[in-house]
């Protein structure tokens, strides 16, 4: 069982340029997270989902975009990448039944933006 | 608004040390509490949770409990291993209204190097 998958595992970016980052579950879950891990700052929730074709801002939206075309996958945009934006990203996911909001990790990606 | 603060680190102990990494909050009503665990090169894996006030979470040797009145839940094990070093996060989920969508608040992680 696959659990969460994150591509790409690095990436290296020069400021201005644009990517996608592809976050894939296979446990059928309802809900998805994109967060970034910087140092001293633990996770902090960039968008989130709630089911298909929904997305809705989390803490630091700002530079981002995501989308959610089919329940499984959950793609997060960076249309002119910035600095500040250098950062590990980190996908997740969850049940909508859960109430304890267990939520379920991919390995990340690790971007660096010159 | 919601928010987990933990001790600070780097801790560094040798094999067989007992560990404690101290973890607080300020939540509005009453949140749900975790602890992940980050091994080098790897995502967050969830060590441990406690849904209610004195519930004790445990998993791997590692336990923490619930404490409203402290609005704490400090990790501890008896005995660290080599392979328990890892980054530690604590972190607390709470409800939005009407929604079993619960947003997770994480600490700032605390890194633990143990030593042979």
């Known amino acids: 069982n696959a659990g969460v998958t994150q591509t790409p595992k690095f990436r290296v970016l020069k400021t201005g340029q644009s990517m996608t980052l592809l976050c894939a579950q296979d446990m059928n879950h309802e809900y998805m997270y994109w967060y970034r891990q910087d140092p001293g700052m633990g996770l902090r929730l960039i968008h989130y989902s709630v089911g298909e074709g929904t997305t809705a801002k989390g803490e630091v939206p700002d530079g981002y975009n995501v989308s959610r075309l089919k329940k499984q996958n959950f793609l997060l945009g960076l249309e002119s990448a910035a600095p500040s934006q250098t950062s590990v990203y980190f996908c997740?996911?969850?049940?909508?039944?859960?109430?304890?909001?267990?939520?379920?990790f991919g390995a990340g990606t690790r971007l660096s933006v010159l | 608004g919601d928010s987990v603060t933990q001790m600070e680190g780097p801790v560094t102990l040798s094999e067989e040390a007992f560990l404690t990494i101290n973890c607080t909050y300020t939540a509005t009503g009453y949140p749900s509490l975790f602890w992940y665990v980050q091994y080098p090169g790897e995502g967050l894996q969830l060590l441990l949770k406690?849904?209610?006030?004195?519930d004790k979470g445990s998993n791997k040797g590692f336990e923490a409990t619930y404490r409203k009145e402290t609005t704490s839940f400090h990790l501890e094990k008896g005995s660290v291993q080599v392979s328990d070093s890892a980054v530690y996060f604590c972190a607390l989920s709470t409800h939005a209204g009407g929604t079993s969508y619960g947003k997770l608040t994480f600490g700032q992680g605390t890194i633990l190097t143990v030593h042979p």
């Open positions: 997740a996911s969850s049940r909508a039944r859960d109430r304890k909001n267990i939520q379920y």
């Open positions: 406690a849904t209610k006030a004195d």
